[in-house]
């Protein structure tokens, strides 16, 4: 069900910034999906924040978590895991162009277009995303 809230923005992150796909368009955009069960996808934390750190031009990057939590639980869990990058705030409300993936870690790579253009299952490291990007970039 859509509210007044959600057609203000398709999505919210932590630190109470809105995002509309559509103002993302013509940028590159990797969601990253973890959960703090899921030991890959603390693992990788480290390697999304030193992407997040020098992200290629046109790129952003978000992570959101698996499971549902309120805005105070993932402030929680964010600090206890050291999260450092933007985290979407899991709300009925938000929109995002694919489906919940069927297992952790999950990072879905979405063109400049608002369509998911690569999805990459399993642990990852920046350099891999880098070069995935690059690749895609290439291709686009």
Known sequence: MF???SLLHDFETLDGKTYRWKALQGQWV????????????LREMPELADFNSSLPEKTRLFAINYDPK??????EMTKAFNITIPVIVSAKDTILPMKKPPYLPATFIVGPDGKVVDTIM?????????????ELKGAH
């Not at 309120?70 to 402030?75: C, H, K, N, S």
Request: net charge neutral.
């Open 3 to 5: 509210t007044y809230q």
């Open 30 to 41: 990797v969601i990253n999906y973890f959960a703090p069960w899921c030991a890959p996808c």
């Open 70 to 75: 309120t805005p105070v639980e993932l402030a």
């Open 122 to 134: 399993g642990e990852l490291t920046a350099e891999h995303l880098r070069q995935r990007l690059k």
